[in-house]
Structures are given as C-alpha cells and as structure tokens.
C-alpha cells in the first residue's frame, strides 16, 4: 500500500487547510487511517484518526473542534480539514494506515506511511 499526502502549505493564523491522503497499491478494504504531525524537534503527535468504514472517528486533544477527519479506506483517500488554525499546528503532517479495521492513536501500530506534507501557520 502507497499513500500520497497533500495539501500543505503556508497559511495564516485561523485560517484552514485540507489535507488529502490518497492510497494505492493492491486492493484492500479493512484500514483504519490516521494522520499524525511531527514539529521540528518533538515527537511525532496523533492528530486523528478513523475506521475502515468511515464511521468511528478519533482526535488528539490538542485538535479536537478544530480539525475534522472524513473519508475511509473503503473509499481509497482520507481528508483531513483544518481550521481555526494556530501557529502551533506547524509540523509535517503524516498519513497513515493500519492493517486492521480499528483505528489507533499509537504510531508503531501503523503498518504504512505517507511521505508527509508540510503545514506551516504565521503569526
């Protein structure tokens, strides 16, 4: 399984993005996707996650209300919608899919990564 994340860029303090994540590679149907960040010089952060179906929906503290996780695996991309957007969201934003239908908050219980794409939010 590939994943491609996209979306990033350069924007002002509350104001949003949307990030997307889109996966290939042999057809599969049961992943729960994640999305994760990485500041420069902290550990990589939960940022939310979601079920292979879509329905079951899960979000770090630092984000919740202010981001939104959408989409499944079933449907081959995830997005995840950022808003009211603070200059402590900057990070490298990672996709992420787990070999199994429930979603984690743990990054080693990922089987498969993105490249990242990068958020940056002025002051």
């Known amino acids: 399984v590939q994943l491609q994340a996209s979306g990033g860029g350069l924007v002002q303090a509350g104001g949003s993005l949307t990030l997307s994540c889109t996966a290939s590679?042999?057809?599969?149907?049961?992943?729960?996707m994640g999305w994760f960040r990485q500041a420069p010089g902290k550990e990589r952060e939960f940022v939310a996650a979601?079920?292979?179906?879509?329905?079951?929906?899960t979000y770090g503290d630092s984000v919740k209300l202010r981001f939104t996780i959408s989409g499944a695996s079933a449907r081959n991309t995830v997005y995840l919608q950022l808003n009211s957007l603070k200059p402590e969201d900057t990070a490298v934003y990672y996709c992420?899919?787990?070999?199994?239908?429930?979603?984690?908050?743990?990054?080693?219980?990922?089987?498969?990564w993105g490249q990242g794409t990068l958020v940056t939010v002025s002051s």
């Open positions: 992420a899919a787990r070999a199994t239908s429930l979603a984690s908050m743990i990054p080693r219980e990922y089987d498969y």
């Open positions: 979601i079920n292979w179906s879509g329905g079951v929906t």
């Open positions: 590679g042999p057809p599969y149907s049961r992943y729960a």
